[in-house]
Each structure stands twice: as C-alpha cells, then as structure tokens.
C-alpha cells in the first residue's frame, strides 16, 4: 500500500450565508485511524465531502501526498474510497448485486473481483446472505455491506461518514472490529462520529464544534491536555467556553 | 460496450424492473391509457337519433333514409309523421331530423334541386359538426352510387382521405402513442436521477474514479432502451387493438421514435437537476408535459392555435414526433415529411442533451 496522507490548510466551507467549516487546519499523516469527532452540524460531513473531492473549498486548500510525495487529486482518487453517512445503497438491489454494480464503478478484473469478494464477504459475514436485498437488511448488516463496496477496489484511504450511526452496540463494535483490520493493513482510515465513546478507539482524533477544531491529537493526549476524564467534558465546555 | 456502461444498464433494469409496481406502471398503464385514452378521446359519434320525414311512396327518401340508418352512426328516432320537428329536438326524442324537400325527393332530384334540411341539436357543438359531417358523407356516398340526375341535385361535397370511416381511434392512437412515451421516459428518467441523490447513492458514484459522461451515459441509456421497449409495446396495442395501420416502413417509425426519446430523456434529465426529491421531479415532469401534449397537435389542430402558441409549437418535440407518426402510421410515411420532422427532432436531442450534459456537470460540480 502506498502511504497516503492528507493535510488541509485554513479550510473554510459556506454555504450561503452558513459557515460549515470556519478555517480548520487537519494533519491525516500520522497514524492510521482518524476520528472526526462532533456533535450534528459541526462540520464532520462537509469534511468528508471536501477530503473525498465531492465539494470545492470556499477558502484554504485540501493537499494530497502519496509515499511523501505531494500528489494530485486525479493520483489519488482511484485509491480513495468514500462510503457517505446513509450508506447510500440501493434498497432494491442484492448484495451480489451491489457488488458487481462496484466492481465496474472501479473497473476491477474478474480475478480480483473474485479474490476481494469472496474476502470481504468472509470477513464481513455476510456471504451467507448474498441474495438478499439491502432493503431486507439489518442496520449493522446495511452499514457492512457500505463499507464491503467502498473496500472493493482495495483503496488505499477510506472515509467513512458516521459509519454506525442508528447501528447496536454489537453490531458497532463487529464494525470497528473491522476497521482495526484495514488500519492493519496500512490503509488510512478517516471516521466521523458522533459517539463520543468511538473517540477513544482511533489513534487521532480530531474535535470539530461549530465548524471549527477544537483539539487534535491522540486521544488520551488530547483528554489529559483539557484536564477531560471524557471527550464530552470537552465539547461542553468548549460550548460554555 | 463500456463494461462500466453495461453495468450501469444492468442495474437500472434491475431497479426499474424488479418492483412488481413499477413493472404495472410501465408496461401496463401505457396499455390502460392507450385503451382509455383510444375509447375515451373518441370524436366518434354514435347511435345518434335520426328522425327522416319522407312523403309516403318517396323512394329516393327511403333508400337515403336507409343509408343514413345501416350506416352504424345512427338510429332511428320514434317520432309520428304529424309531430312537429323542432319539438322532436326539444324534446330530446331526436338528435338530427331529416327534411325532404317539398314533393319528395325523388321528384327533387330527378329536378336536380335534392335540396334537403338537416336539424340538429346543437347543444353540443361538437356533437352537432360531427352530426353535420356524417350527413354530409352519407348524402355523398348517396349520390354517388344513385348516379345522375339525382346526384346533380344533391349539393354535397364532401372528401374525406385516409381515415374514409373517420374513425377517430385512426387519428387519436398515433398521438396517444407519442404522449404515453413522452409520459414514460421524461418521468421515469427525472425521478430514477432524484432518486439516487435522494438516497445518497450519487455521492458514491460520483465520489468514483468515472468520468460525467460515463455518468450521464449509465443513467440514461437505460431508460432510452426502456422507453424503445414501451413504444413497441404500446404500438403493438394500437395495431391489434385499435387497427390503426403502420403504412409506412418499420425503421422510419423506429428511427423517428428513438430520437424522439433522446429529446425526451434529456428532458428528463435536466429536470432531474433542478428538482430536489423525486415529488419535484414528478411535478416537474408534468409541468412540461402538460403544454407539450396541448400544443402537440394530438387533440385540436395546431393550425387553429393563435400565432404565439404556433411559435411556441415549434419548440415543441412531441408536435414533430405526433407529424411522423401519423404520417408513417396513416399515410405511409412521404419521404420528405420524415427527413423534415427527424431533422427537426435530431436538432432538437442535440441541443437538450447538451443542455442536460451541462446541468448535468454543474450539479456534480
């Protein structure tokens, strides 16, 4: 896997006259699984759309780097894969079918679509249920089959938009299980969430309210340099502050 | 083909296809429409009373007052030879009488002065030109088969080409046709694009290494084959059930109907970039369908439009799409026509898809 990161620089997002991302500044270099954590509407979102090149800043810059190289974005999208907040799936079609409708979005040869399926299915455990809809299919089951599309092409950065929002505990947990596993393998994993308690399970985390960073770092660095037992003592203080 | 195009194709039929409610809406509605429209929008008047008052031992009265009665438009009203004429109509016992001239008509005719009064309940005007026409075509065909003198004296006109019985399924199908595929394809293509922003999907297919055209292409060209499909479909119906004819040669309709839906799938997407959720697409859709089958030409004649609606016409795909038809289906398909009216349809895909290309590449920028 080639070594990815991304660095933003003062980014800033409006929508009319809403500022969705008031100048922030992140590092996605170091470490291997990102949080970006915030409550709804601070800006995780647009975040995502902007690193994934689905939005254009209104000021500041996203940059790209590939093996410590700068890149451009044209280098790096066919490795980057991004899985929206609602999982975007298509409620009428089966997971077989979701994951050959991919395999052409992405252009992958039969051998290695044979080879990704059949790992992802396995690893996901969703294999015994290859015909079902996704309409048919439970949350944590919906979110799983998301991400088994966005890994298809074996991309070498992934951003998840709040990948276990309305999913159960277990399920959440099986999820991040899994997520452990591409950090594994060197890939670099962007999440956001509003689960406070998903914070302490990424290597960085990076706190947006209101559009803008209130901490960065590792998690515990960032719980000890607030004097927070937890990640929500921060942003309510960061909110009465 | 592109196997990303393919793809495309494949996912599209298999959404549009597998909902056993969408497959009612597609294939089966056009049939009901067609149906209902075909019987519904008849002009077609019939069993219409007829009241003849004829002298006793007026031959030439009796033979035309049977014409009149076998020809299937009308019936025979119950009336008593005293009764007054107008009161009949009054009354609604009639809806048409028949006054021969005075000394009958054989008499007249053989004068050459077959000068005959018609009455007729003009309290539906279309009603009544229809009345009127039919009379004029059976008084015709009359005085056609008595030959001289008696034609002499019947002072008709009428010419009635390519739809002789003027059935009005003949002249009303083909445009139906046109309306329902330009229902299908604006629609479905407006609302299947809403849709997948709606849930989300867009992003992941935008967020993939595709370029717009490649995009646009696999979203769209699943519903020009859908909307060819339809149109055979529902051809098929106005042939078999209808009877209307297809004179002219199979590729001039096909060629004709596929650049239509061109035209009408761009349409449909560049709807489908202005609306936000598919009701808006829906309405969207509508709010231009509704002025183009109007201004089209399939129920009143566009010549009969004031001069802005004419211009306004000319903008208008499914005005030149109802001309090929009916000149295909009915008149065999003069060569001019066609090339005239495919020329102006292809000019007409060319700037709506590049119009939707660009939306297109707007809302994914």
Same mark, same amino acid.
């Given at each position: 896997m080639p070594g990815f990161a991304i660095r933003t620089e003062g980014l800033k997002k409006n929508f009319g006259a809403v500022r969705a991302l008031r100048g922030v500044?992140?590092?996605?270099?170091?470490?291997?699984?990102?949080?970006l954590i915030g409550s709804n509407g601070a800006g995780?979102?647009?975040?995502?759309r902007l690193l994934a090149g689905l939005l254009?800043? +209104?000021?500041?810059?996203?940059?790209?780097? /590939?093996?410590?190289?700068? $890149?451009?974005?044209?280098? @790096?999208?066919?490795?980057? &894969?991004?899985?929206?907040?609602?999982?975007?799936?298509?409620?009428?079609?089966?997971?077989?079918?979701?994951?050959?409708?991919?395999?052409?979005?992405?252009?992958?040869?039969?051998?290695?679509?044979?080879?990704?399926?059949?790992?992802?299915?396995?690893?996901t455990r969703l294999d015994k249920f290859r015909e079902r809809r996704a309409g048919q299919l439970s949350g944590g089951m919906y979110k799983k089959l998301g991400l088994m599309c966005a890994l298809l092409q074996s991309p070498s950065v992934l951003?998840?938009?709040?990948?276990?929002?309305?999913?159960?505990?277990? +399920?959440?947990?099986?999820?991040?299980?899994? /997520?452990?596993?591409?950090? $594994?393998?060197?890939?670099? @994993?962007?999440?956001?969430? &509003?689960?406070m308690d998903e914070a302490e399970r990424c290597s960085r985390v990076h706190l947006l309210d209101a559009g803008a960073l209130l901490a960065s770092g590792e998690p515990r660095a960032v719980l000890k340099e607030r004097g927070a037992a937890n990640f929500e003592e921060i942003f309510i203080k960061g909110a009465n502050g | 083909m592109n196997p990303t195009l393919k793809a495309f194709i494949k996912k599209e039929l298999i959404q549009t296809l597998r909902d056993v409610r969408m497959r009612v809406l597609l294939f089966g509605a056009p049939i009901?429409?067609?149906?209902?429209?075909?019987?519904?929008?008849?002009?077609?008047?019939?069993?219409?009373?007829?009241?003849?008052?004829?002298?006793?031992?007026?031959?030439?009265?009796?033979?035309?007052?049977?014409d009149f009665y076998s020809?299937?438009?009308?019936?025979?009203?119950?009336?008593?030879?005293?009764?007054?004429?107008?009161?009949?109509?009054?009354?609604?016992?009639?809806?048409?009488?028949?006054?021969?001239?005075?000394?009958?008509?054989?008499?007249?005719?053989?004068?050459?002065?077959?000068?005959?009064?018609?009455?007729?309940?003009?309290?539906?005007a279309t009603k009544a030109r229809v009345v009127e026409a039919y009379a004029k075509t059976i008084t015709a065909r009359a005085a056609a088969a008595y030959g001289a003198p008696a034609a002499q004296g019947l002072s008709f006109d009428v010419r009635v080409l390519y739809n002789p019985a003027m059935e009005s399924a003949l002249f009303l199908v083909p445009g139906v046709v046109g309306m329902l595929i330009c229902l299908v394809t604006i629609i479905l293509t407006a609302m299947s694009l809403t849709r997948e922003r709606e849930l989300g999907t867009f992003e992941t297919i935008v967020s993939a290494p595709l370029s717009d055209g490649e995009?646009?292409?696999?979203?769209?060209?699943?519903?020009?084959?859908?909307?060819?499909?339809?149109?055979?479909?529902?051809?098929?119906?106005?042939?078999?059930?209808f009877g209307v004819p297809v004179r002219g040669p199979l590729w001039q309709?096909?060629?004709?109907?596929?650049?239509?839906?061109?035209?009408?799938?761009?349409?449909?997407?560049?709807?489908?970039?202005?609306?936000?959720?598919?009701?808006?697409?829906?309405?969207?859709?509508?709010?231009?369908?509704?002025?183009?089958?109007?201004?089209?030409?399939?129920?009143?004649?566009?010549?009969?439009?004031?001069?802005?609606?004419?211009?306004?016409?000319?903008?208008?795909?499914?005005?030149?799409?109802?001309?090929?038809?009916?000149?295909?289906?009915?008149?065999?398909?003069?060569?001019?026509?066609f090339w005239t009216n495919v020329g102006a349809l292809a000019l007409m895909a060319v700037v709506a898809a590049g119009v939707a290309y660009n939306r297109f590449r707007q809302t994914l920028n």
């Open positions: 500044s992140f590092d996605f270099s170091e470490g291997l699984l990102h949080g995780k979102t647009t975040t995502m254009k800043p +209104s000021a500041g810059s996203v940059r790209y780097s /590939l093996d410590g190289r700068p $890149a451009e974005f044209a280098q @790096v999208r066919p490795g980057l &894969a991004y899985m929206p907040q609602q999982a975007s799936l298509y409620p009428d079609l089966s997971i077989d079918e979701h994951l050959q409708f991919f395999r052409a979005l992405y252009r992958l040869d039969a051998a290695t679509y044979a080879r990704r399926s059949k790992e992802l299915l396995g690893i951003l998840l938009d709040e990948p276990t929002n309305g999913v159960d505990p277990i +399920s959440r947990r099986e999820f991040w299980e899994l /997520l452990y596993a591409l950090a $594994a393998d060197k890939i670099l @994993v962007i999440v956001s969430t &509003a689960y | 009901l429409q067609l149906t209902i429209f075909g019987l519904a929008l008849s002009s077609e008047i019939k069993n219409v009373k007829l009241a003849v008052f004829s002298q006793p031992g007026d031959t030439a009265a009796v033979r035309l007052a049977d020809s299937g438009w009308f019936k025979p009203a119950a009336f008593s030879p005293g009764e007054d004429p107008f009161e009949l109509i009054g009354s609604g016992r009639a809806d048409a009488v028949l006054l021969m001239p005075p000394g009958g008509l054989s008499r007249a005719a053989g004068r050459g002065e077959g000068k005959m009064q018609l009455l007729v309940d003009a309290s539906n995009i646009l292409l696999g979203k769209t060209l699943p519903f020009v084959l859908l909307g060819l499909v339809v149109f055979s479909l529902v051809l098929t119906v106005a042939h078999l059930a309709l096909f060629l004709a109907a596929f650049v239509f839906i061109i035209t009408t799938v761009s349409v449909g997407t560049s709807i489908s970039t202005l609306a936000r959720n598919q009701q808006q697409a829906m309405l969207g859709g509508f709010m231009f369908l509704f002025p183009a089958i109007l201004m089209s030409g399939i129920m009143y004649p566009v010549e009969n439009m004031p001069p802005s609606i004419i211009a306004a016409a000319y903008l208008d795909p499914l005005m030149y799409f109802m001309r090929l038809l009916r000149s295909i289906m009915l008149k065999g398909g003069d060569p001019h026509v």
